[in-house]
């Protein structure tokens, strides 16, 4: 079966502008979420989707969205980058009802 | 503040020797997951615990959930280069928030040959 995939890997992006990633989840999984990875604070959740509705949020600030297709395929998108976003955004599936989740490679994003 | 406090932050070590990476919280967790990150790379699963006291092996690896599903710990048998990467773990609490994982900030392992 095969994994999450993340689409781009690499993104250089300059301040102001706006980006949307792509994430397909391992087949049969309904749930995706996405977290930022940097340095400083690790791993914080954004969103999660479930049958297209988002469930969870986490603690960010508006500019950052997502949205989950009818065939579980989710994209997240960040308005007006800020030299701050600049990171690893990972994508997660799971199946419903469970916790363990499986991660994308990931898209590195650079805001210059 | 981090809701899982892992330690050490960072362990270099020689080929042969053992190891162990703490996962410690005040919180209740549903399910504990350790992952093993490359850099560049997505977090790679290694193991989930659900039941408290519950202990796994893989390998060399050995991964304990205490008693009452707040800590957890990852002992390494005479660690290899090839163990070198950042070990996650990852809570979970179910329920109202099924989707979100709560993640240490990780233990960056280096074996040395």
């Known amino acids: 079966k095969a994994g999450v995939t993340q689409t781009p890997r690499y993104l250089i992006k300059t301040r102001g502008q706006q980006v949307t990633l792509s994430c397909s989840p391992i087949?049969?999984?309904?749930?995706v979420s996405w977290y930022q990875q940097t340095p400083g604070q690790g791993l914080q959740f954004l969103f999660e989707?479930?049958?297209?509705?988002?469930?969870n949020k986490g603690n960010f600030p508006g500019r950052f969205s997502g949205r989950q297709f009818s065939n579980s395929r989710s994209e997240m998108n960040v308005s007006t980058l800020e030299l701050g976003d600049s990171a690893l955004y990972l994508c997660?599936?799971?199946?419903?009802?469970?916790?363990?989740?499986?991660f994308g490679p990931g898209t590195r994003l650079t805001v210059l | 503040t981090q809701l899982l406090e892992q330690s050490p932050q960072f362990l270099s070590i020689q080929e042969g020797e053992n190891l162990t990476v703490y996962c410690n919280s005040s919180s209740v967790f549903s399910s504990l997951q350790w992952y093993r990150q490359e850099p560049g790379e997505g977090p790679v699963l290694l193991v989930t615990v659900v039941t408290g006291g519950e202990v796994k092996k893989l390998k060399r690896l050995t991964f304990q959930f205490g008693d009452a599903r707040k800590d957890s710990s990852l002992h390494i048998t005479a660690a290899q280069p090839g163990d070198t990467g950042l070990y996650l773990c990852?809570?979970?609490?179910?329920?109202?928030?099924?989707?979100?994982?709560?993640f240490g900030r990780g233990t960056q392992l280096t074996v040395w040959p």
């Open positions: 989707y479930f049958s297209e509705t988002q469930r």
């Open positions: 087949s049969g999984h309904r749930s």
């Open positions: 997660a599936s799971s199946l419903w009802g469970t916790d363990t989740q499986y």
């Open positions: 990852a809570g979970a609490h179910g329920g109202s928030t099924l989707g979100r994982l709560y």
